[in-house]
């Protein structure tokens, strides 16, 4: 049998004749950058979507995260989790930042509050959590300990589009957010992320900054760098937000099979969503344990010799590649156990739930 390979997320695609409109309105007004019409469109409905005060696009997430911690000049030490991706880190390094990497909370994947406390230092600035899979961070326990030693909080939050707590957009914490709209994400834009900012003074610094620090013409306030989203990126956006509550939807349903199909599988820990507001399904994550029948690793192959390719989100830990090695004196054996064990499954907003359970079949085989 010669089946079509199943990827872990792959990108939303919304059908290519809906995008011809916004082509031609592109070459109509020849701005092609720069906050043109689409950039600010995007940047309204997005607020307008998520719920935010205030949201400035870029042109991917990592310029994002640097630009947030430029903007609040941050330097010396920065709490991190090392249960992420390489841009966590690289954004801080990139920034002259020593990060701290402190344990994970074995039931979210997130940093564990009650052992930041102890990784503050007196160089300690900021604290840079992950809403890792779009599983929301502990916030008010991280915000009570920031005001405690007055540091600030900087959310990588490039999972988590659309998720909400109780009281609202899970973005509106901390003192900024930046997301990520990578075609990996929930919400893509090909490329893209954006910065979530309590307050248009603080959009306007960042806006200068994403654009080399440029006020006018004959003012430059900052060493910016060149954030920007163009227009194309901009307005595939705006086609994909018409679309985003269908794609999750669909991947709440995805979700949910996988759920009611795994749950009982000797070996495999699996988890429900804890967001208490809304989720965004953005990975299915699972824990592959010692009663499984295989390692981890011998079913990652498995599964990709059957044309699955399921990954190890995120194994190595990032505190673990060379780049970081001098960094990362502490211990953090939660997240060092999650990353021998941990798996995500394919789970996306078109995939097919025969193609899902082409994937069930094979683990609970
Ligand atoms: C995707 C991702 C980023 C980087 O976003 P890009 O848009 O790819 O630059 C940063 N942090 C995490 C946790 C991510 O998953």
Same mark, same amino acid.
């Given at each position: 049998m010669n089946d079509k390979p199943i990827y872990v997320t792959e990108p939303y695609l919304p059908p290519l004749d809906e995008f011809i409109p916004y082509l031609e309105q592109i070459w109509a007004s020849k701005k092609l950058t720069n906050n043109g019409p689409m950039h600010q469109q995007l940047e309204a409905a997005l607020r307008d979507y998520l719920g935010v005060p205030e949201i400035a696009l870029f042109n991917n997430g990592t310029i994002a995260l640097?630009?947030?911690?430029?903007?609040?000049?941050?330097?010396?030490?920065?709490?991190?989790?090392?249960?992420?991706?390489?841009?966590?880190g690289h954004s801080l390094l990139w920034n002259g930042i020593t990060p701290v990497f402190v344990d994970i909370d074995p039931q979210t994947f997130n940093l564990d509050p009650e052992k930041i406390e102890? @990784? /503050?230092?007196? &160089?300690?600035?900021?604290?840079?959590?992950?809403?890792?899979?779009?599983?929301?961070? #502990?916030?008010?326990? !991280?915000?009570e300990i920031a005001d405690t030693y007055n540091l600030k909080v900087i959310y990588d939050a490039a999972h988590a589009f659309g998720v909400e707590d109780a009281g609202g957009s899970i973005l509106r914490h901390g003192d900024l957010s930046a997301i990520s709209f990578h075609a990996t994400k929930v919400f893509n834009t090909f490329e893209g992320g954006a910065i979530v900012c309590p307050d248009a003074k603080t959009k306007r610094h960042i806006d200068n900054l994403k654009n080399f620090g440029i006020v006018n013409e004959t003012t430059v306030v900052a060493s910016g760098i060149n954030g920007k989203m163009?227009?194309?990126?901009?307005?595939?956006?705006?086609?994909?937000?018409?679309?985003?509550?269908? @794609? /999750?939807?669909? &991947?709440?349903?995805?979700?949910?099979?996988?759920?009611?199909?795994?749950?009982?599988? #000797?070996?495999?820990? !699996?988890?429900?969503?804890?967001?208490?507001?809304?989720?965004?399904?953005?990975?299915?994550?699972?824990?592959?344990?010692?009663?499984?029948?295989?390692?981890?690793?011998?079913?990652y192959e498995y599964l990709r010799d059957h044309g699955i390719y399921a990954r190890r989100y995120f194994y190595p830990l990032l505190s673990a590649h060379s780049c970081y090695r001098d960094h990362s004196p502490a211990q953090t054996p939660v997240a060092e156990k999650m990353s021998r064990q941990i798996l995500c499954l394919p789970i996306s907003g078109q995939i097919e739930l025969g193609e899902v359970q082409r994937v069930v079949a094979l683990l609970a085989g």
């Open positions: 640097l630009t947030a911690l430029q903007a609040l000049r941050i330097g010396g030490e920065v709490i991190t989790t090392p249960f992420s991706f390489v841009a966590t102890a @990784a /503050i230092t007196p &160089r300690t600035t900021a604290i840079m959590p992950v809403h890792c899979y779009g599983n929301p961070c #502990d916030v008010a326990a !991280i915000q163009s227009e194309i990126n901009a307005a595939f956006g705006l086609l994909q937000l018409k679309h985003i509550d269908q @794609a /999750i939807s669909h &991947r709440e349903k995805v979700y949910r099979h996988y759920l009611s199909h795994l749950g009982g599988v #000797d070996g495999l820990d !699996i988890f429900e969503n804890v967001a208490g507001g809304k989720s965004n399904y953005a990975y299915f994550p699972l824990l592959v344990n010692e009663h499984y029948r295989m390692t981890r690793d011998e079913l």
